[in-house]
């Protein structure tokens, strides 16, 4: 990559601040204090096992609180007043962490049942709801690492993951179990089924020799008293899947140590105290949910909200009301989408509960910022972090003053900056490379199954790559600038541009297919195709919206092209490598640059 000085656009002239008032009750009341005298070492002994040596996140998250202050404070709140057939009011319930350690024993005692063992990978696949929360506790009790899938997940993406990962089991519902295609899958040998509302093939086994367990028959007849399996700290925790700019999905496996940095980050970045009601609004199918609405907030024996059901604005105001949230950690591209929303809805609901905000996934900008702090009387603060750091590095802090715009400072006790091609940081306000020094406590293990993935996040010595770029300040806030890879966010939502361009190939009509992010006021980037037809078929409004659908059907609803453009041939180099770069000049109507490399 060719280093250069950030263009002026991006170097903030006058820069806004928000400034905190001197003396602010914060975690974490001095940044510099707290980078001077940081050790993880330190961190370690806030956990039981720092003394027992015996590991296993589910004790620190849940049986150590339930076995004192946390017996009768709720872990969980969830609310869905969606009627369905199973719960014709909505849901509408809360879990105390000793309610946890019973219904994770119960699921844990299912398992070992099924003789599902320590660190065997099972796929959950369910929509937000306790149960998926309890699936995950159950699993964890007993060992296995759980593979989280998104349920709007269809069924190329869900036999991808399942078939990389080697799934043992899922854990899914009776409509999501259509998506999952069991005749492709020879590790999988059991299926924990939930019944929505009509009876449940209970125990039937298919033909393919995957037996069916009803989940709520199995639990109802499970012990809620299952101690954990225990562990060492390099011991897999979760595996997450996400996209690159190449090849299919890969897992990133973070290991039961990274429970230090979720616990850490948690308290300085989230500030979570005890008496705090947390929201975090992103779903365990990607890590947010999970390192942040559940490792942490738990470590920590914090009371959390969940919510079911789809996006809906006003929906959202009234969990802060009702659940009187204090914590806030969502998505720039939510904000936008209540912004979009408009104002007069706000007016009817308070958010006095409100203390601090957070916010991930993509840059948040200042007119979203202003228009959260307007309504909530709360800034939104910065958390920039990855799937493969599965925890906050570069954040903004409750106690420091920061200006709009930048994406913020390395947590202490880890250090991120930004670097040229040799790995030397480079001065202020120059574009290069966005590095965080290897060793914090969640950087992941391995990527599953692909060391040669793996290794080139660490291509440029004591670094870790994310494929951001970025410039500092001559103030240490680090501002984000862009991908250098061809991975697209859209809605914060993490997309691969190869996973669409397998699915397109897939439709009769499409001979070829490159696809791009196309920047989008709302959503960030919107997912846009260049498809060159197959002879016999002819360009028209229809067959886009018939490409789309097909995307939606096979791959995942966020996966879809939202813009299809058809073109004569899709560029590619004489290797056949896909030229996206120059189909975003395409888009953006810009000169294509050097492409010497194309095919004829
Ligand atoms: C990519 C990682 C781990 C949280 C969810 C995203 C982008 C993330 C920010 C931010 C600008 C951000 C980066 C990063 N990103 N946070 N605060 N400002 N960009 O995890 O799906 O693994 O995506 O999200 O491009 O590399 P992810």
New binding site residues.
């Given amino acids: 990559m060719a280093i250069k000085t950030a263009p002026a656009s991006f170097v903030q002239k006058t820069s806004e601040w928000v400034r905190k008032p001197k003396r602010i009750d914060a975690n974490m009341p001095d940044y510099a204090k707290a980078c001077k005298n940081f050790k993880w070492k330190n961190v370690e002994k806030e956990f039981d096992w720092s003394r027992t040596k015996k590991v296993n996140i589910v004790h620190e998250m849940i049986d150590r609180h339930a076995a004192g202050i946390g017996k009768n404070r709720v872990a969980l709140y969830f609310w869905d007043p969606t009627p369905s057939a199973l719960y014709p009011k909505g849901r509408d319930e809360k879990y105390t962490f000793m309610d946890l350690k019973k219904e994770s024993s119960r699921f844990g005692g299912v398992l070992k049942k099924y003789k599902i063992k320590k660190q065997d990978r099972v796929a959950v696949f369910l929509p937000r709801t306790p149960e998926l929360y309890i699936s995950i506790l159950g699993l964890h009790r007993i060992g296995a690492i759980p593979v989280p899938l998104f349920e709007a997940f269809m069924e190329a993406a869900i036999e991808d993951r399942l078939s990389d990962s080697e799934a043992a089991a899922i854990v899914t519902t009776k409509s999501l179990l259509k998506r999952v295609p069991l005749g492709k899958l020879p590790h999988l040998k059991h299926i924990f089924i939930l019944a929505e509302g009509e009876a449940s093939q209970a125990n039937d086994e298919t033909s393919l020799n995957i037996q069916m367990h009803d989940y709520h028959q199995e639990m109802e007849q499970a012990s809620t008293q299952l101690e954990p399996i225990w562990m060492t700290v390099n011991d897999g925790l979760v595996i997450h899947y996400?996209s690159g700019s190449t090849g299919k999905s890969k897992g990133v496996l973070h290991r039961q140590y990274a429970m230090v940095g979720h616990y850490q980050t948690s308290k300085w970045v989230l500030d979570l105290r005890q008496d705090d009601v947390y929201w975090c609004t992103a779903d365990p199918g990607?890590?947010?949910g999970t390192s942040y609405g559940i490792y942490g907030p738990w470590t920590l024996g914090i009371s959390s909200v969940v919510l079911g059901g789809r996006f809906q604005p006003e929906r959202w105001y009234q969990a802060i009301e009702k659940y009187q949230v204090s914590v806030w950690y969502s998505a720039p591209t939510a904000f936008r989408m209540l912004m979009s929303h408009g104002e007069a809805s706000t007016k009817k609901y308070s958010f006095k509960s409100l203390r601090h905000i957070c916010?991930?996934?993509?840059?948040?900008n200042p007119e979203a910022l202003r228009w959260v702090r307007k309504v909530t009387g709360v800034a939104p603060h910065?958390?920039?972090?990855?799937?493969?750091t599965g925890m906050q590095i570069i954040c903004n802090y409750r106690s420091g003053d920061f200006k709009i715009g930048a994406?913020g400072k390395p947590f202490p006790g880890t250090y991120a900056s930004v670097v040229d091609d040799a790995g030397k940081e480079l001065p202020p306000n120059t574009l290069g490379h966005l590095v965080v020094r290897t060793g914090w406590p969640s950087m992941m293990k391995e990527i599953w199954k692909n060391k040669p993935k793996f290794d080139e996040y660490f291509r440029i010595k004591g670094w870790y790559l994310?494929?951001?770029t970025a410039y500092k300040d001559k103030d240490g806030f680090i501002w984000?600038a862009g991908?250098e890879d061809d991975v697209i966010?859209t809605a914060g939502e993490?997309v691969g541009p190869f996973e669409v361009e397998s699915a397109l190939v897939q439709h009769p009509a499409v001979a070829e297919a490159g696809v791009i992010g196309k920047p989008d006021k709302l959503r960030g980037h919107i997912i846009k195709a260049f498809i060159s037809l197959r002879s016999g078929f002819g360009a028209s409004d229809n067959l886009k919206k018939e490409i789309s659908e097909f995307v939606r059907k096979n791959l995942a609803a966020h996966a879809a092209p939202r813009e299809i453009e058809f073109c004569e041939r899709v560029p590619k180099t004489r290797s056949g490598k896909i030229m996206r770069r120059v189909l975003r000049a395409w888009d953006q109507g810009l000169p294509v640059g050097d492409i010497s490399t194309m095919e004829e």
């Fill in positions: 996400t990607w890590v947010t916010s991930v996934g993509e840059p948040l910065e958390t920039w972090w990855m799937t493969e994406t994310s494929g951001d984000f991908r966010k993490r």
